[in-house]
């Protein structure tokens, strides 16, 4: 019982990420090369196929002799697809629906005006990132050149997080994450919050305002402005999820 001479395998990686599947498949394969086991695979998908060392189609619920292949059957090098950035990969497609999903990938390509998009949003948000670091040094009573502003603690805390929020966005952006539209909008409505909730603030007097920092202040909210409107108006180029 713990030790079998065959083992009968119904679709064993359907369930299984790409690299899951390579494991799964490389342990099946030495179990048959090393201890001699023999293997019975069923499946749809021609990359596990590959693993086999005879292979049969079941067509129209008729096993075909070994070497023939049913009618319809297209060679899976001719529907090989290459997929988006992301995936980093090409998978062979069978006749089946789905197959692609398996491997966690999409086939949907990214245009010029998509990745032009990308890098022009992920760059503002760098900018406006920058910028915060840049004012929350100064709050903390970093002196950068010539550039000094009041040392104002909370005010240093509130802009250390919205330029880690901008960065967290930038990653999204750039890493290819499937949820980046999302993580792009919620990056850049925490800083957002935090900028009028500095301009706010020193307009009811709790702390000393100076000429830089409302310039500080409009330029964060116009790289915002900017992101937003991406995000709004060029939403393929992320895809909304």
Aim: charged share 15%; glycine share 8%.
């Amino acid at each position: 019982m713990t030790d079998p001479d065959l083992i009968l395998a119904d679709e064993p990686t359907g369930n299984l990420d790409a690299a899951s599947a390579d494991d799964f498949l490389g342990l099946l394969s030495a179990l048959n090369k090393e201890h001699a086991k023999t293997i019975v695979m069923v499946t749809h998908d021609p990359h596990a196929a590959h693993f086999a060392g005879r292979v049969r189609y079941l067509d129209k619920g008729v096993l075909l002799p070994e070497g023939q292949v049913p009618q319809d059957w297209i060679p899976p090098h001719v529907r090989a697809v290459p997929l988006a950035a992301n995936c980093g990969a090409t998978v062979k497609l069978s006749r089946y629906q789905g197959h692609c999903q398996q491997f966690g990938c999409s086939t949907r390509r990214d245009s010029h005006e998509d990745v032009s998009m990308k890098m022009l949003l992920g760059w503002l948000m760098i900018a406006n990132a920058a910028l915060f670091f840049f004012g929350a040094l100064q709050h903390a009573g970093v002196r950068i050149g010539n550039f000094h502003e009041p040392h104002i603690i909370p005010a240093a805390i509130v802009e250390s997080i919205c330029g880690l929020s901008l960065l967290w966005g930038v990653t999204a952006v750039f890493g290819h994450s499937p949820v980046a539209w999302r993580t792009a909008l919620i990056a850049n409505l925490v800083p957002l919050g935090g900028v009028l909730l500095g301009m706010a603030a020193l307009a009811a007097g709790r702390g000393p305002r100076t000429a830089s920092n409302d310039l500080y202040h409009h330029i964060m909210l116009a790289l915002i402005a900017a992101s937003l409107l991406i995000l709004f108006f060029a939403r393929s180029a992320l895809g909304r999820h």
